[in-house]
């Protein structure tokens, strides 16, 4: 399975439809799930608001600030050294 955030690449760049239907694909079971939690009335309007809010998400997505596992870690420990120092 590609990634999502190659399939977002593909989107940006190559304007790629078919990644961007596996990336709605994706979130589809978290959009429908979601739907639950709204009236039968609003649903249908719902979801197309959703998919659209995805769609606008994805094509925004500034992938290049994303940090990796070793450097989100490393972020973590440095803002709870400050948090730690400015509590003294």
């Keep these: 399975m590609t990634r999502l955030i190659e399939l977002?690449?593909?989107v940006q760049?190559?304007?790629d439809i078919e990644s961007l239907e596996t990336?709605?694909?994706?979130?589809e079971p978290k959009i429908r799930?979601?739907?639950?939690?709204t009236s039968p009335q609003e649903?249908?309007?719902?979801?197309?608001?959703?998919?659209?809010k995805v769609i606008e998400i994805v094509r925004k997505y500034d992938y290049s600030n994303?940090?990796?596992f070793w450097e989100f870690t490393?972020?973590?420990?440095e803002q709870n050294s400050l948090e730690y120092t400015e509590s003294k």
Excluded: C, R
Excluded at 23 to 27: G, P
Excluded at 43 to 52: G, H, N, R, S, V
């Design 8 to 10: 977002m690449k593909k």
């Design 23 to 27: 990336v709605l694909n994706l979130f």
């Design 66 to 68: 994303t940090y990796g």
């Design 43 to 52: 649903q249908d309007d719902l979801y197309q608001e959703l998919k659209i």
């Design 33 to 37: 799930a979601s739907l639950k939690q």
């Design 13 to 15: 760049k190559h304007h």
């Design 74 to 77: 490393d972020k973590l420990k």
